[in-house]
């Protein structure tokens, strides 16, 4: 699996109500919130990743959520991200609705996947 280097265009939490008019089946109730990532390889293309969680007053996530085994997948997977890519050591502390803006810039590794581009986290 060959990776390729991507550059993060965007990064934004959004309200999953504020992105879909009716929930997507298979989001439980308590996952409220998105975090949208995009980026661009050098020979322009796009390639994106969205993680699913529920943001907490303080701006935290709980990446050690009770629940259904595909809520606590997601959660797990937002954590992988955050750590492969070094954005947060301790990712129960790590503000993501304040910090995210600074992701600008940060290089990702794109890998191909079902014939599409899909940004890489172990």
């Known amino acids: 699996m060959d990776r390729i280097e991507a550059v993060i265009e965007a990064a934004e ?3 999953v109500g504020d992105i879909f008019r009716k929930k997507p089946g298979g989001l439980r ?9 995009k980026a661009r390889t050098r020979d322009g293309r796009q390639v994106g990743a969205t993680f699913y969680f529920c943001l ?4 935290t996530f709980e990446d050690h959520a009770l629940g ?9 997977r937002l954590a992988a991200f955050l750590k492969y890519y070094r954005i947060a050591e301790d990712v129960s502390d790590y503000k993501l609705k304040e910090r995210v803006d600074e992701w600008k810039g940060r290089i990702v590794e794109a890998v191909l996947s079902d014939g599409e581009l899909a940004i890489y986290y172990h």
């Open 13 to 15: 939490v959004r309200k």
């Open 56 to 59: 907490k007053p303080d701006g």
């Open 68 to 76: 259904a085994d595909a809520a606590k997948a997601r959660r797990r």
């Open 29 to 37: 109730f308590n996952e409220t919130d998105a975090l949208i990532v």
